[in-house]
């Protein structure tokens, strides 16, 4: 077991290295090298930068060089924390992202927790009533939220909440609150945003799960172990939750690989709609504005993520079902 | 289209009929009639100096506990009076408002614009003091002196001088580090004035030539008409004035220029230039002292832009309370502009008439009581809100630069415009369409003639001249081929979604030029990118407004190539004539040469004359068609106003204008929150 760990380990470094070239790549796409980019922007804020500066630029960031030393040149500075400076923003990568950060990790949060609190008991409930009522209202539901893109939900439910309730729409805060030093009062502001964008982001991962939920328990509960506790005895409660459901849960723990980018960008066209201050729409921005080391950040920020994620998950998973557990040994 | 006309008719309810609505629309520039055009108002000066002065309770406040002077020794001894437009307000308040990003700065920098040296009135056509009590142009219009304010400070405490004004001048100015190229704006008959002190409270810029339009300069949003503006922080000049006490400190001069650099460096910039700059930008640099009624707390490139009121700020009212009223003002960032509209309709904001969508006025309209706010529009005077401007010195492709240097490739490209359908997909059918030349109502304007100039639908006419300029063969898509490889003729249309959605402006015209056989390819760009593509002058044709137009030698950018800052219209001509030929490219068309020439002699002539050589210059531009006009005069560009009903003070009308620096001209400092 820990070499199968092992091997993970520097499997996931070698997909982070990879990550990172390709990030490097992105940064490196538009036309011109990035002096190029940065000197026009000085230039078009007046600043005259003489050749000789230029020079200066390009040798500090290897440009001229091969593909090679100009990438170990970024990895050496990103290593050491130093992800550039965002053009647009005149502040460093590090700030712009870590201001949209916590929010984010916040929303996402409770986004997830909103998809499995519904989501696992009504995938149980669907499974163990199969063909009732409220199995057929959960499937039609289901279905729709699978089918209905999660943005046009966003416009649906904006609308309603607006016209119905007139509820403050986009955004994590009212205005006057954004700017007002953490307090009860602002805690409160945020908690009545909350919901809104964390049931949208919420439901189509909800609907999809409580497919899969539904669809691997009645798996499970026709196979022979079910009878036998059945036999046994076992009330009903503790046969379903104690066996079938921790064999069912596989999929939930699989899902953690992608739950973690998942936390960083959100869907960032919900958050677009929305306006919700995450990192989804700041990577759209810095990639319109061709920001790049901004954008080349987040995407090696997201891969990473998910690098982390799939490694947590197959830990999770051998912790959830000890046939994989013993099928390492 | 007519069903969202109907439903503006709907919405203004007792004011127009359905009926009505379908008659006004069939003529054209017709928001007049909507009922939501008031009458052009707002606050006005005093003479008469308060006995007293009285201040916001937060300042008191703070003067109580020993860490402010009282408001006697903080106001100037001769402050800027000024009776608001209904009455004396009320102390304290946020103004809630929106900003989409580090490049909006402009949405704070207007509201700070009484930082000038000198302003303009309510109708946006007389000159007025502001920082400056006055001003004086001699005799022979050689030398404009100004008079400062005795006892103004900075909004740190410190006192705001002449000297605040030779620092400017030699030191910033005068250092080819910070400002490379001369300013036209600061030379008459082709030589550079110089600014000389008289005293502590008198500054005079003396020119070796008359130079009689040096005043309007000053008052408009030029290189020189100082305090926080785009047009001064980014390309340009910091004229005419700076904070010489806290500058200093970056500059080589004071120190030495390895010492200004390694500060710079530790600082994490570049150079001391660049530290300079962002150092000097109010909306980056909390710090900075400044003379505006505001000041930044928090800055622009976070989530929040906050500021909050100057205590030092240099005007009262007739009651002699010291402005502004409103503590603070905070600008949340909106992810776009769609989130703006949206929140202004739900009554977030307490004004808002920057990215507020034209097209969105039936919903806007039907959400008045229940967002609790007023909706006014303020009509353009200048001719587009929609203008296609032309690279006339493109070089980076020989063939399309070719064909966008000839006048008969621009005026077919303007024939094969349907702006009809433009405007009532656009404008709700209520704009004007038309040339590039502002409202006839203008002092400038060439006459009512001129807006039709190859400024009307005429395919089978545009088709006739493309033919002739040798573009005859064509593809299977039927689009016109190069005549250099035979590939398709491509014209880019670099474009940036801001004020108005002119991408979608830019798919529309392309899809018209079908029908010309040209194929337009839309460029949409963020806005910083798209204007530094237009600086190193490698677009085609850059989409934007004409905003400022109408006072054509304060802000000409949008008609001529003569502004080294803003090259919609090839950076290298303006750059060019900026320096009286010693860079850039001169203009191997006679027509750009003449048209540069009658602008230079602008200098000399007195108004009414001025205004005479405006309308020849504009004959020449529209029929020379540097730009396209589109659709204009409507309220499209900044002009829808979201008022909060617990505002105060608040003009039925405003004069928008780049001059005007709207909204500031109609004084935000006397606008109040009601009881």
Known sequence: MIAFITRRLLLGVVTIFLISVLSFIIIQLPPGDFVDAYIAQLSSSGSQVSAAEAENLRQLYGLGEPFYVQYGKWLGRIITGDFGESMEWRRPVTEVIGDRLWLTLLLSFAALIV????ALPIGIFSAVRQYSFADYAFTLVGFIG??????????????????????????????????????????????????????????????????IMRANLLDELRRPYVVTARAKGLSEARTIIKYPVRAALNPFA???????????????????????????????????????FLAGTIVLLLGVMTVIGTFISDLVLMWVDPRIRHQMD | MTTRRDVLGLAIGGTIGLAATRTLAQGAGQFAQSGLVGKLEGATLAETIPASFQEAPVLAELVRQGRLPPVAQRVPAEPLVIQPLHGIGRYGGTWRRAFIGPGDGENGNRLVA?????????????????????????????????????????????????????????????????????????????????????????????FEAPHLLFPSMLAGDTLIGGGQAARQSGSGTFGCYAPAHYLRQFLPKYSSEAEANA????????????????RHNWALNPELPTLGPWRTTRPINTPTWAMERNPYYYAVDTAGNQLPYLDSVVMTLAENTEIVNLRAMAGEYDMQERHIDLAKLPVILENRDRGRYDVHLDLAFNGADTALHFNLNHTADPEIGRLLASADFRRALSLGIDREQLNETFWLGLATPGSAAPAESVPESPGPEWRKKWSVLDVAQANAMLDRLGLTRKDRDGYRLRTDNGQRIVIQMTVTKAFLDWPAHAQMIAQQWRRIGIFGDVRDQERALAFQRVLA????????????????????????????GNGVLGVDLARWFASNGAIGTRPSDPAVLQTMEMFRSATTLDEPARNRLAQEIWKIVIDQQFSIGVCGQSPAFAGVRLVSRRMGNIPARVCIAQHCRTPASSHPTTWFFKA
């Open chain 1, 146 to 211: 699978i089918a209905v893109p999660n943005f046009l939900l966003a416009l649906v439910i904006m609308y309603f909440a607006f016209v119905w309730f007139g509820a403050s729409v986009g955004g994590l805060f009212s205005a006057e609150m954004a700017l007002a030093p953490w307090s009860a009062a602002k805690v409160w502001d945020l908690i009545k945003h909350l919901p809104l964008p964390a049931i949208i982001l919420a439901l189509g991962g909800t609907a999809q799960l409580i497919r």
């Open chain 2, 537 to 564: 002058g490698e677009h085609h044709i850059f989409v934007f407004g004409n905003t400022g137009s109408e006072q054509l030698f304060l802000y000409p950018h949008f008609v001529l190539p003569v502004d080294i």
């Open chain 2, 114 to 206: 009484s930082d000038k040296p000198l302003f303009w009135d309510l109708t946006g056509s007389k000159i007025a003091p502001a920082v400056a009590r006055g001003w004086e142009l001699s005799a022979d219009g050689k030398t404009t002196t100004l008079f400062l304010r005795k006892g103004m400070k900075w909004s740190d405490g410190a006192p705001f001088t002449a000297d605040d004004f030779m620092f400017w001048f030699e030191d910033l100015y005068g250092n080819k580090d910070v400002v490379p190229a001369p300013i036209p704006e600061m030379s008459a008959g082709g030589k550079p004035g110089r600014m000389v002190k008289v005293d502590e409270t008198t500054i005079r810029f003396e």
């Open chain 1, 254 to 292: 699989s899902n953690i690989a992608y739950l973690f980018p998942y936390l960083v960008s959100g869907s960032i066209i919900v958050s677009i709609v929305l306006g919700l201050p995450t990192v989804g729409p700041l990577l759209v921005k810095a990639l319109v504005a061709q920001d790049m």
């Open chain 2, 263 to 278: 500060r710079a460096r530790a600082a994490g910039f570049d150079n001391w230039v660049r530290m300079l700059k962002i």
């Open chain 1, 115 to 118: 998809t499995w609190g519904l």
